[in-house]
């Protein structure tokens, strides 16, 4: 294992020295966010210290399993800290309202794997080319000698395997594999985490499914695929908002499909983006950051203020120049041969 950096034996030491802990993470998590965040808390909880584990939004249904004792909770009022943790979140802003309920600590802590992120807390740990926040909590809780027990291994392999899209996508490296490998080691039941995550879709998000596939466009000789979600998709296919997650990647998967871009209508002149990019000349999170938002290379996103027409045009025309920048400087498209 590499020597440990400055800033995490830092966060040790706070870690240490602290009795109450508030764990964060990003509104609308997702797998990793999930799972490092309840993975942190047990942790913290079995060294006796007393943990918030705090999300505005509800977990996946998905995701329910990783927490059997309703450790994740919404965050209230009138709560101080000795120390807030922040996980898996690239600016302060994502927190949602949560941020608000935070702000009566001592010390604020951010360990994430976003490029973007804006190291926005008082110690910042990021490591932009870590495949997720999950393996860098659990090389935190290596280095610190904590105890890995079965539950705490399953929350990271499913935060590791879920944004690696099942150890897929470019970020996935040797390490990733070995530190799979040891949690599998720790206990994890690779049959209930992949039934529970990968095998059991409702009815509704299938329907979902099918009404982007019957949707998407392609634009750009076949290089950019796109498509809308409204309120009335979900309506009518009885989807919840976490059902979306995942159906960019069948988009992108379109063998001449380079970015897949899925826009949603998350309110009046409010519309989220979400992109993948499938070739690393092509960064979609500098498209993302033209918008405020940020990301990865290869899976970034932002919200957008306006109308879905206005909005549309500026992203595909930002996307437009992206792929004649890559072709300008003479990288050629895996998909172009």
């Known amino acids: 294992m590499t020597s440990i950096p400055e800033e995490v034996n830092h966060i040790l030491r706070i870690l240490e020295d602290s009795k109450t802990i508030c764990v964060t993470g990003h509104v609308l998590p997702d797998g990793d966010c999930i799972g490092s965040q309840l993975a942190l808390a047990y942790a913290l909880k079995s060294l006796g210290k007393k943990v918030y584990c705090w999300n505005v939004d509800e977990i996946p249904d998905k995701l329910v399993f990783l927490d059997p004792e309703s450790c994740m909770r919404k965050p209230r009022n009138g709560c101080s800290f000795d120390v807030v943790v922040s ?35 008082d110690i910042n740990w990021v490591v932009g080319n870590a495949s997720s926040t999950g393996e860098l909590i659990f090389q935190l809780m290596q280095w610190a000698r904590w105890e890995v027990t079965p539950k705490i291994a399953a929350c990271l392999f499913t935060a590791i395997s879920t944004d690696t899209g099942s150890f897929q996508y470019r970020g996935t490296t040797p390490e990733t594999f070995e530190m799979a490998g040891k949690l599998l080691e720790f206990g994890v039941d690779l049959e209930d985490v992949c039934e529970e995550v990968y095998q059991s879709y ?33 309506s009518r296919s009885g989807a919840e908002r976490e059902d979306s997650e995942g159906l960019i990647d069948h988009i992108r998967a379109i063998a001449p499909v380079v970015v897949a871009v899925q826009f949603e209508e998350s309110a009046p002149e409010v519309v989220r983006v979400c992109m993948r990019s499938k070739n690393p000349n092509v960064d979609v999170s500098e498209v993302a950051r033209l918008f405020g938002g940020g990301g990865h290379r290869g899976a970034s996103g932002a919200t957008i203020q306006g109308t879905r027409l206005s909005v549309q045009r500026k992203v595909m025309k930002a996307l437009r120049l992206a792929l004649k920048e890559a072709r300008k400087q003479k990288k050629s498209f895996q998909n172009d041969k």
Request: hydrophobic share 35%; glycine share 2%.
């Open 87 to 121: 996980l898996d979140c690239a600016s302060f802003e994502r927190l949602g309202p949560l941020g608000d309920k935070i702000l009566n600590h001592k010390q604020f802590i951010n360990i994430d794997h976003h490029e973007s992120n804006t190291r926005y807390a």
């Open 202 to 234: 409702p009815i509704a998000r299938i329907k979902l499914l099918r009404q982007v596939l019957n949707n998407f466009k392609l634009a750009e000789d076949n290089k950019i695929a796109y498509y809308w979600l409204k309120p009335s998709d979900y």
